[in-house]
């Protein structure tokens, strides 16, 4: 079963503009991670945030983790063509016995335009 | 680095016959991951392991599918027999140290099942 819900499901932009994607969750994590995945690749990890932090930046990346409200969003500033790609929030459980695992979600679909 | 090797890339087989996929992690990486994307479920966790030992196997779907770890260098999948509803790309990942730690993944087998 899918832990991360991103929203939008696709987005499309023009280049130079921001792009803001977000992710619901439902339970406690340990951290939350941001993947992108390039058409007929593998995923690309981008970020990490762990659960006892509440912002963190990578480049023109910038994510932000409230977990009162069990969300996160990744910001994209300045985007470029080569930005196009899907982009995944995958969750890592708090505890229990599959601790070191992730679980991700749909993904969102980011279509920037030259 | 490398970076995960999997193989073979594409796979086209016909119903009932036993498929066999393969992973290379990381070199020092003790967590191996096997995933399957389709675009009705995502990204589903089938099974993974620390130190060639499987660790949750929860998500493998039926009794067809197998996995072993030999060794901490090599991986396999296995579906026997296979049907059309395995058909999708099937990744495999590596990371080190338990809990956080971003996954590595491979560029995924495409599978189709005729």
């Known amino acids: 079963s899918q832990q991360g819900e991103e929203d939008p499901q696709a987005l499309s932009i023009q280049e130079g503009e921001n792009a803001t994607m977000n992710c619901s969750y439902k339970t406690s994590i340990n951290n939350l991670q941001w993947y992108r995945q390039n058409s007929g690749r593998g995923l690309v990890h981008l970020i990490l945030i762990r659960s006892n932090e509440r912002e963190k930046h990578s480049g023109r990346l910038r994510v932000t983790l409230d977990t009162s409200k069990k969300s996160s969003s990744l910001l994209i500033t300045a985007s470029r063509a080569a930005d196009t790609a899907s982009y995944f929030c995958a969750t890592g459980d708090a505890g229990g016995t599959s601790y070191g695992k992730l679980t991700f979600g749909q993904g969102t679909i980011l279509t920037v335009h030259p | 680095d490398a970076g995960v090797i999997q193989s073979p890339r594409h796979e086209v087989t016909e119903m009932g016959q036993e498929v066999t996929l393969r992973c290379k992690p990381i070199?020092?990486?003790?967590?191996l991951f096997w995933y399957r994307q389709t675009m009705m479920r995502g990204l589903e966790l089938l099974i993974y392991f620390n130190n060639n030992v499987p660790i949750d196997d929860s998500g493998m779907p039926e009794d067809r599918f197998s996995a072993k770890m030999p060794n901490a260098s090599f991986s396999t999948l296995k579906i026997q027999p296979s049907e059309p509803r395995d058909s999708a790309v099937y990744f495999c990942?590596?990371?080190?140290?338990?809990?956080?730690?971003?996954?590595?993944f491979g560029n995924g087998t495409r599978l189709t099942v005729t």
């Open positions: 990942a590596s990371s080190y140290t338990q809990g956080g730690s971003p996954l590595h």
């Open positions: 070199s020092g990486h003790d967590y």
